[in-house]
């Protein structure tokens, strides 16, 4: 039992029972999570050429331990989470990860979404946000219409949080999809500030560090197959 401090009653949250309320929909958000999988593995579009648009994908159904501490977490942040509101307040209880080189092969990926959103086979249920510090990710982004967000820890992904179009259960998978100069950015910040945050002044500086060295390497990716494209007859 935790007890919710953003609650002027104090009132005491069961957190068993709102992960209780995962572990009984953990089917749903798995079958939804591989169709979401196999629709993107099985595209020609982005898996074809070399290099194919997509390099990998990674995925992953949080536990019931992780389940917890992300509630808890929340909850002394001062959400106030309850039976009614925890599948819309936590949303990434499934979760893919598209990962490409270079950041001009986003314009595949984002146009793929779009098109399962047009044509109804999923639905966005909140705007994509693209987590950068760079001003010219962010003029980039702009031209999808996606808008920006800074995290003080200089993460940078792009983030779509997609539903069955014809479901209104809470069925929902957070799509990531980032290069792989931002994944090891990611396993590296995972590894040092998971579950736990580093107080460790060096490292958080450290981790800046290296995020301006992955935006500079994606950038000489994106020149690097510029030139090389150019040169195709």
């Known amino acids: 039992m935790v007890k919710n401090m953003a609650s002027p009653a104090s009132v005491t949250v069961d957190v068993n029972k709102l992960?209780?309320?995962?572990?009984?929909?953990?089917?749903l958000f798995e079958l939804f999570s591989q169709s979401v999988e196999n629709d993107f593995l099985s595209s020609p579009e982005l898996n074809t050429g070399v290099p194919s648009v997509i390099h990998s994908v990674r995925s992953r159904i949080k536990d019931e331990s992780h389940m917890y501490e992300?509630?808890?977490?929340?909850?002394?942040?001062?959400?106030?989470?309850?039976?009614?509101?925890?599948?819309?307040e936590i949303t990434d209880f499934a979760g893919l990860r598209?990962?490409?080189?270079?950041?001009?092969q986003f314009s595949s990926i984002y146009e793929f979404i779009d098109d399962k959103i047009k044509t109804k086979n999923w639905r966005l249920l909140e705007k994509p946000v693209a987590y950068t510090w760079d001003p010219e990710s962010v003029e980039y982004f702009k031209k999808y219409k996606?808008?920006?967000?800074?995290?003080?820890s200089y993460y940078t992904s792009v983030h779509f949080l997609i539903a069955p179009a014809n479901r209104l259960d809470g069925t929902c998978c957070e799509v990531q999809v980032r290069t792989l100069f931002e994944e090891v950015w990611?396993?590296?910040?995972?590894?040092?500030?998971?579950?736990?945050?580093?107080?460790?002044?060096?490292?958080?500086?450290?981790?800046?560090v290296l995020s301006?060295?992955?935006?500079?390497?994606?950038?000489?990716?994106?020149?690097i197959?510029?030139?090389?494209?150019?040169?195709?007859?």
């Open 19 to 27: 992960v209780d309320i995962f572990k009984k929909k953990r089917r």
């Open 98 to 104: 598209i990962l490409h080189l270079h950041q001009n």
């Open 186 to 208: 990611g396993e590296i910040d995972h590894s040092i500030n998971y579950p736990v945050k580093t107080d460790k002044l060096a490292n958080i500086e450290q981790l800046r």
């Open 225 to 233: 197959f510029k030139i090389h494209d150019e040169g195709k007859v």
């Open 146 to 152: 996606i808008k920006t967000s800074l995290k003080s």
């Open 212 to 223: 301006k060295l992955v935006s500079t390497g994606s950038r000489l990716a994106d020149s």
């Open 70 to 88: 992300k509630i808890v977490r929340k909850i002394s942040e001062g959400r106030l989470l309850n039976e009614d509101n925890i599948l819309s």
